[in-house]
Structure formats: C-alpha cells, structure tokens
C-alpha cells in the first residue's frame, strides 16, 4: 500500500515536472519571440519615422513651392496694374507713384508697387517697375511709346533681395546702359551683384544682360577692375576690357600663398596659374588701388593660408 502510494506521487511529481519544462520550454519560445520583435521594433519603428519625415519634408516643399507660384502670379497682377496706373496718369512728363496694390489679409502678403516714368535714353520715356510683397520682388523695364509700353525686361529676385537701377555709359561707348544692382541675402563673402543691359535704346524686344560681381567701371578706359567672390586671401582681383559689347579677360591678380599674401601672382589663367605663365609682384599695381572693396580683397593674415 504504502508501495502504492508511493509510486502514485513518483508519477504525479514526474507528470509535473515534465509539464513544468513543457511550459519553461514556450515561456523560452515567447521569450524569444519577444526578443526578436524587441530586437526588430526600433529599426521598423525608424523605418516608419524616417518615411512619416519624408512625407511631412515633401509636403512642406510642395506647400513652399505652391506658396512660391501663388505670391509671383500675385505680384504679376499687381505690374498689370501698375501699368494702368501708368495708362490713365502718365501725360508725357516725368512721373513718379508708389502705392499698396494689396494691404495684405490672412495670407495675402502686403504688396508694394513702385513706378518712375522718365526720359532714361535719349528722348523716350521709360518706365522702371517693382512690385515687392517684402519678400520677393518682381523687376520690370518698359518703353513708354504714346500709349504703347513694350516690355524690355523682367527679373524676379526672391528670398529679399532688394534690387535697385542705375543708368550709366558703362563700356565707354557714350550710349547710357540699364543696370538692375542687388546684394544677396545670403552667402559668405562680398556680393555686389550688377545685371547689366548694354543700349536698351539701340535694341528691339527683350534685352539680355550681363552678370559681373563687385564690379568697378572704368568707362574712358573702357576697363572694368573688380574683385571675384571667396574669402580674402583666396580670392582674386580682376581686369576685363571692353571689345564693343563684349568683355575679354585680360588679367587676374591673386595673394601668393608661397609667401602667405606677402606678394601677389598675375595670370591671364585664373585656375592656371603655372610657373611659365605667372607673375610674381612684389606689391598691387596702382590701377587697382581705386577698386571698389579693395580692402576686403586685403582683410587676409598669414594665418588664411595655414590650410592651404
């Protein structure tokens, strides 16, 4: 009996303890079945993330772009506009008139419209016209014929870049060109940006423009002397002269870095400067002491050099 008993409760503990491992064994495959989603959670988790950013980047650049397409096509009906200001006030006399196209409500930007009418070339009237929502502005040129206005040119500058014009015999051939002056808001070195139209007067239909940086004009030398765009030290003086409308390099001038800007290298070749094509000079020549931003081309130590 007793027997009995015993081999009852050896059996009863044998079917525990092998239930027991049974239910150690699926607590150690759910445990690992766990560790697994542990181990693969972030890396979906990421994968998720990294496409819910994608989609809010793609659709703040779409937002953006939109926002771009609307404020430029508001800024053209403001030049429509102003061009029937110039239509009903303009009576063959110098004339000047900035009003607000657009007070600006909700997300409508304020808008700004500037208008000057007068003789810019010879004995035609012009009219020069901005429209600027204080971010971006819209440029416009136009030849006032009675009651004809033929549009010459059109510059939109974004990101408040505020132009202004100026008119002046820049190649020396004493016929007045148009010039469209801006600063960019951003980047890191001088950017005195001119977009310059030689002889509107002289030309039909839309003018083309030439782009110079930090330009100075020598006109009764037929010259332009300027300074390139980089950082002082690593950036070049330079020298073109005029052939009729077209501007043939003749020279750049560049800190020697040999002798860490203590003289300078002239080359015809700006990203060529050789042995048998350089020239070593001990100081500026005086031409370029009259350029404008001459001492930013300076503002060097030896230290700037120290990288290359």
């Not at 027991?20 to 993330?49: D, H, N, R, V």
């Not at 429509?80 to 008139?97: N, P, R, T």
């Not at 909700?106 to 000057?116: F, L, N, Y």
């Not at 016209?129 to 006032?144: C, F, H, K, Q």
């Amino acid at each position: 009996m007793n027997k009995s008993r015993l081999l009852k409760k050896f059996l009863y503990i044998c079917r525990h303890i092998i239930f027991s491992a049974y239910l150690m064994k699926y607590s150690y495959f759910l445990s690992f079945l766990m560790l697994i989603g542990c181990l693969s959670s972030p890396k979906q988790q990421e994968e998720s993330s990294q496409i819910a950013s994608d989609t809010v980047v793609e659709a703040k650049e779409q937002r953006y772009f939109s926002k771009n397409v609307e404020n430029e096509l508001l800024l053209r009906k403001a030049m429509v506009d102003a061009l029937q200001k110039i239509a009903d006030s303009f009576h063959g006399e110098d004339w000047e008139y900035t009003y607000d196209f657009d007070k600006g409500e909700g997300d409508i930007p304020h808008i700004r419209v500037e208008i000057k009418v007068q003789k810019y070339f010879e004995e035609t009237y012009y009219a020069v016209i901005y429209a600027s929502d204080y971010v971006n502005t819209l440029a416009r040129l136009y030849r006032v014929d009675h009651d004809v206005m033929q549009e010459k040119l059109s510059e939109y500058f974004p990101w408040m870049t505020v132009p202004s014009d100026t008119i002046f015999d820049a190649n020396g051939d004493k016929v007045k060109d148009f010039a469209l002056r801006f600063y960019p808001s951003s980047g890191c070195c001088r950017r005195d940006i001119y977009h310059l139209y030689l002889s509107p007067e002289k030309k039909e239909g839309q003018l083309s423009y030439i782009e110079l940086i930090n330009p100075t004009f020598y006109h009764k030398e037929h010259l332009i002397r300027g300074i390139g765009y980089g950082r002082p030290g690593h950036v070049e003086l330079y020298k073109y002269r005029w052939r009729g409308e077209v501007l043939d390099t003749l020279e750049y001038i560049l800190p020697d870095v040999a002798t860490k800007g203590k003289t300078f290298l002239k080359s015809r070749n700006l990203y060529g400067f050789t042995k048998e094509k350089e020239i070593r000079l001990t100081k500026l020549p005086e031409e370029y002491q009259t350029v404008i931003g001459l001492d930013y081309f300076l503002d060097y130590t030896a230290e700037d050099f120290n990288s290359d």
